[in-house]
């Protein structure tokens, strides 16, 4: 069995072959998939987000806002998300939330100032947080920490990892869980790699983020969660372990970390 625990499936990339996304996912032996919403939180996105893990029963969700969109987030933008929160037992967690340097596409100063606030929002609900971090590693580690000493409980989820064994090392100890995408089969990728190595299974999930980062030997191709059996059989080769393992020990990460019925994985 495996994991998805991030992807987009409720994009536009897949209006027109969702079930068929789906069929073929649960036919690689994906047995759930955390479905991630983002987008406009003035429009109609994350309702559509939450809408595809209600039809289908091995996908949950998560809502907040990216940083991409981090100057949209204001009170009627939480609210919004906390009433979707609400709506459904299958919307797990926060996110994703973070800050991406590399774009920019919201001031910096925005991007924490609402890093800050939506974990906190976070918190008071009780739920886990995806992480996205780009160009802005330090910045990123430093915000958490600091947030997360107010709290007993701060954990989540460090999507698409791409930083150093030292972050992974930081961030593991203050509560999170580290998912590599399919990026790390890129030929280019030996940092990943070297911090994939830094990082012990007990830690590890793994993530399509589709419909982007398609693994090898797909690439060029839109991404699924049924691709994740390439970057699953990739890791388990990199790290030594049998694949079997690898997917077993990865999916009781999740399941076990979001509270899930462990039959989930029978
Ligand atoms: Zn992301
Ligand atoms: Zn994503």
């Not at 991409?68 to 967690?93: G, M, P, Q, R």
């Amino acid at each position: 069995m495996l994991i998805d625990s991030h992807c987009h499936i409720d994009g536009e990339q897949f209006n027109d072959d969702r079930d068929e996304v789906v069929r073929r996912a649960r036919d690689a032996g994906v047995v759930a998939m955390l479905n991630i919403g983002t987008g406009d939180p003035g429009s109609d996105d994350f309702r559509k987000a939450v809408a595809v893990a209600d039809q289908y029963e091995d996908v949950f969700a998560a809502v907040g806002v990216h940083p991409h969109d981090a100057k949209l987030y204001d009170d009627a933008a939480e609210n919004h998300l906390i009433e979707l929160v609400k709506s459904s037992a299958k919307v797990i967690a926060w996110g994703e939330i973070g800050l991406d340097f590399h774009y920019d596409h919201s001031p910096r100063d925005v991007q924490i100032d609402v890093l800050r606030r939506q974990i906190r929002t976070a918190r008071a609900l009780n739920l886990p947080i995806i992480i996205h971090s780009r160009s802005a590693d330090d910045e990123t580690v430093e915000i958490l920490t600091e947030e997360c000493s107010y709290n007993e409980f701060c954990g989540g989820i460090m999507h698409c990892f791409g930083g150093t064994p030292k972050m992974a090392r930081s961030l593991i100890e203050i509560g999170f869980l580290i998912s590599f995408a399919g990026n790390i089969t890129f030929k280019n990728a030996d940092n990943l790699r070297e911090a994939a190595m830094a990082v012990p299974l007990g830690k590890m999930l793994i993530e399509t983020d589709c419909p982007f980062l398609t693994p090898v030997p797909l690439r060029g191709k839109r991404n699924e969660p049924a691709f994740i059996v390439h970057t699953a059989a990739f890791l388990a080769d990199l790290l030594k372990v049998s694949v079997d393992e690898f997917k077993e020990k990865t999916s009781r990460n999740f399941t076990e970390f979001f509270r899930l019925d462990p039959d989930l994985l029978r």
